[in-house]
């Protein structure tokens, strides 16, 4: 069964329709579960909505830093591009996809998010009383000078306290710039290093991302085949819970399991994804093998045990048997 759906997908794949005939078989208008965060497909997960929440109490409070921490594939990225989305006209925003970045070339990035116009040629002391006149303008507009710096943990050392030193910039009433760092909970170590303390104690606000639970999965594969407006559930139960299991809870993860067990049972040319279908998927993504060997591992382990014990308990009653 394998090889013959692995040779529908991939002549279907080399057609180069795959697109259009995935969408026609399940009667779908756009694919429900790509990779790229696509604000169309937000689903409202209650940790999802404490954390936008936060973010808009805390940035219309004025506050300097704030922090959200995930796991990777946790869904940051699409809460940040949410953030942009959903911005208020009184917010100037400044979003870093890009954190490896040198104190001066984040500086050059904010000039440039913040809009400000100015020379190529200039040099760095005169680039930064730039960037403060700047956001000092912005506040006299009565605007908020946000940045959003996605994957903040990959931010270096140097980059980290130059952001720190801008955000010493303030009026009486607030700061003039406000900084939110979503990132993976590596930056959370970093951070308690001793030489980071300053910048420990500006973050007022933080929130740790949590992963979905079995319920929240079943949600939202759901929601996001209604989004792509699916006539139905496209999953049998066994095969959501499997999704939930393998996963982890992960977005990411469920997108990347969902989507290939839809594309293997268009393969077939069944009506909806199985148990075998997700265990496939599973088999095939890199992130999901290590904890489907494990669990087989330890499965095959328990049988080995319960057989051993009743091979010695078969002995000792023999044994019995014939002594009597």
């Not at 040629?121 to 946000?146: D, H, T």
């Not at 308690?192 to 007022?204: D, E, G």
């Not at 909806?272 to 599973?282: K, S």
Request: aromatic content about 6%.
């Amino acid at each position: 069964m394998v090889a013959a759906t692995a040779a529908v997908v991939s002549l279907v794949v080399r057609l180069g329709s795959v697109n259009t005939m995935y969408l026609q078989h399940f009667q779908l208008s756009k694919m429900p579960f790509g990779l790229t965060p696509d604000t169309a497909f937000f689903v409202a997960l209650e940790q999802h909505q404490d954390v936008l929440a936060m973010l808009q109490t805390a940035l219309n409070a004025g506050e300097g830093f704030i922090k959200v921490c995930g796991e990777v594939g946790s869904g940051k990225t699409l809460l940040c591009r949410k953030l942009l989305q959903q911005a208020p006209a009184d917010w100037q925003l400044a979003y870093v996809p890009d954190p490896c970045l040198t104190p001066l070339e984040l500086r050059w990035a904010l000039a440039l998010e913040l809009g400000l116009k100015h020379s190529a040629n200039i040099e760095p002391p005169q680039l930064l009383q730039l960037l403060q006149r700047q956001l000092v303008l912005l506040a006299a507009q009565g605007k908020k000078a946000i940045v959003l710096i996605d994957e903040a943990q990959a931010l270096p050392d140097d980059t980290l306290e130059a952001l720190r030193l801008l955000t010493n910039l303030e009026t009486e009433q607030r700061k003039l710039l406000q900084v939110v760092l979503f990132a993976q909970p590596e930056l959370n170590k970093r951070l308690a290093a001793y030489r980071f303390r300053q910048l420990r104690q500006r973050i007022t606000f933080a929130s740790n991302l949590a992963l979905m639970s079995q319920p929240q999965v079943r949600a939202y594969v759901q929601r996001r085949l209604q989004q792509a407006s699916a006539d139905g559930m496209l999953f049998s139960r066994l095969a959501l819970f499997s999704i939930a299991r393998y996963s982890r809870g992960i977005p990411r993860l469920v997108n990347i399991l969902a989507h290939k067990a839809l594309l293997l049972a268009f393969g077939e040319g069944k009506a909806r994804a199985g148990f075998q279908h997700v265990r496939l998927a599973a088999m095939d993504t890199e992130d999901v093998t290590t904890i489907v060997a494990a669990r087989w591992l330890a499965v095959s382990g328990m049988l080995m045990l319960l057989v051993g014990v009743v091979m010695v308990w078969q002995s000792g009653l023999l044994a019995a048997v014939g002594g009597g």
